[in-house]
């Protein structure tokens, strides 16, 4: 009997030991955690990771969680608009948010956006709208700048928007060079793709505006099924045959169209709009 009690007493004693031991680990794990959080807090300028709100761009898989993070402040498919309207807006940037250049934007200064674009996505943001850039900006790869300098030219775009009640919160970019291009770079399909699955949206319910039929093509390519061709940027030369053959716009080019104006079968059918806010016109109002 002295045997049983005495071992009854040895096992209360280690799961007793083992418990406190338990709870010691979890408590010095807690305690890590906070210094952790404390020391990146710091880092960050007296804000935690999970609680900055900046506009950043994204060039892949290792940004995904930097994503996550910036798209969760996006409404996606608002109660102000109609559950069959578009609830996705992606846009090229050069040429359908700024004036094309002719070269690179490579700082804040060259970043100036086209006449009535800012009000145009501040209309869309108010109505629920999400909206989304895909840009090619081989500049990055040619090591003209790098991502953090692209990253404050955009944060001069977000103010503008601001301003007007705007927010584009996601923005994709392909730093592919021409020659060493990936599925990343327009016309490949892999930004758009991107979007579609990190704002939950299926393309029928995504609109994609651009300048260039490349991304016509990679909206195409991605089941993007809205496409909208503006007239400004690489876009002008096309608006002006358009004019000059006596057509007025908004024009619809599909495949039983007489004349395409140089847009491939692959990317059809495509609205032709003059501007971002024709083609925000002929959507949405």
């Known amino acids: 009997m002295r045997c049983r009690a005495r071992h009854r007493a040895h096992v209360a004693m280690c799961i007793a030991w083992l418990l406190l031991i ?3 680990c979890l408590y010095a ?21 999970n609680s900055r709100h900046k506009t950043r761009s994204f060039i892949g898989q290792e940004s995904r969680k930097s994503f996550v993070r910036s798209t969760s402040q996006a409404r996606v498919c608002d109660d102000k608009i109609q559950p069959e309207s578009i609830c996705l807006v992606i846009l090229d940037r050069d040429g359908v948010i700024n004036v094309d250049r002719g070269t690179w934007v490579l700082q804040p200064e060259d970043f100036e956006m086209i006449p009535g674009v800012a009000e145009s996505i501040g209309n869309l943001s ?7 850039v895909a840009t090619n900006q081989s500049c ?15 944060d001069k775009m977000q103010n503008v928007l601001n301003e ?11 730093p592919d060079t021409p ?18 699955q990190n ?9 994609m505006v651009g300048d260039t039929t490349n991304d016509m093509l990679a909206a195409a390519r991605a089941g993007v099924q809205h496409r909208v061709l503006v007239c400004t940027g690489h876009g002008e030369k096309r608006g002006e045959a ?44």
């Open 140 to 154: 990055v790869g040619r090591k003209l700048i790098s991502m953090e300098d692209l990253d404050r030219i955009h």
């Open 126 to 132: 108010k109505k629920g709208v999400a909206l989304a």
């Open 22 to 24: 338990s709870f010691v």
């Open 164 to 174: 007007h009640g705007g927010q584009i919160p996601s923005i994709y970019v392909a």
């Open 242 to 285: 358009i004019l000059s053959s006596g057509i007025n716009l908004p024009l619809v080019v599909s495949d039983s169209s007489n004349e395409k104006f140089g847009i491939p079968d692959e990317a059809l059918p495509v609205v032709v709009c003059a501007d971002l806010p024709d083609a925000i016109n002929y959507y949405f109002h």
């Open 29 to 49: 794990k807690n305690d890590v955690k906070k210094v952790i959080s404390s020391q990146l807090t710091r880092k960050n300028g007296g804000s935690s990771p």
């Open 179 to 196: 020659d060493k291009a990936t599925s990343r770079r327009k016309p490949g399909p892999t930004m758009l793709l991107e979007a579609l």
């Open 199 to 207: 704002f939950r949206v299926t393309g029928d319910k995504a609109l």
